[in-house]
C-alpha cells in the first residue's frame, strides 16, 4: 500500500496565473527510494513542500495512507510523518552536531530515554562519530554537514524523508556514500525517500524516477 499518494494535484502559487504543477498522479511506497527530476524551474522544490505540508494543492488532495494530509493537523503531519531536510540544512551553526539532532527530539515532544545515546546512535547511522559529533557544524565539511541534516531529519523517526537535493555540492564519492545511506533506511528500514535531485547518478540509483 501506498504511504503517500497524490491524486490530481495541480499547483499554482497565489496571485500568479501559472500552473506550476499539473494534474500529478504519483504514488510512493515505504522501502523505496524515489528521484523526481526534472529541468530548473519544472516545480521539484514546489512539490516538495506540498508533501511536507508546508503548502496545499490549488486543486486534488494528497493522502497519507487513507487520510488527506491537509486534514491532518500540520504539527503533527510535520514533527511525526515526514522528515524534512533542506537544501541550506538549517542546522544551528553554533550548536553541535549532536545539540543539533538533540534539539529536533526535543521539539518533536517525544520520550527518548536516553536522548544522547538516541542522538549518538543516528550519527553513527550517517557514518559520524563522536569526535565530529561534539563538534560545532560550522567546523564540519558539508558532506558531514549534509549527515548530520539526515540525522536529525530521523530524530523522531518518520516513515517519509523529503530531501530537496541532498547531494546537490557534494563531490562524487560523498555523494555516493550519503546516496547509500538513503538506500540502506529505505530497504533495511522500510522508509520511504523522496529526493530532488539534479544528478543522474542519485536518479540512477533510485527505485523509481519521477519526472516533472
Ligand atoms: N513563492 C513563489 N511565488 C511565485 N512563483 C514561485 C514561487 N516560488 C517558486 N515559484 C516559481 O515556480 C516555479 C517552480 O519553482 P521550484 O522552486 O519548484 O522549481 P525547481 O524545480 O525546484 O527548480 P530548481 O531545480 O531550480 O530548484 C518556478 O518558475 C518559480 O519561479
Ligand atoms: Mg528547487
Redesign the pocket.
Known sequence: MSVLKLEHVSYR????D?T?LNDLNYTFEKGRVYSIV????????????LLSGLAAPTDGKIYLEDKDINKIDKYEYRSKYVGVIF?SFNLLPKLTAMENVILSMDIAGKEYGDKKAHAMELLKKVSLGEEEASRRILKLSGGQQQRVAIARALSYNPEILLA??PTGNLDGETQAEIVKIFRQLAHEEGKCIIL?T?SPEVAEASDIVYC?
Open positions: 502559487y497565489a496571485g500568479t501559472k506550476i526534472g529541468r530548473s524551474g519544472a516545480g521539484k522544490t514546489t512539490l516538495l513542500s537544501q530537496d537535493e530532488v539534479h516533472l
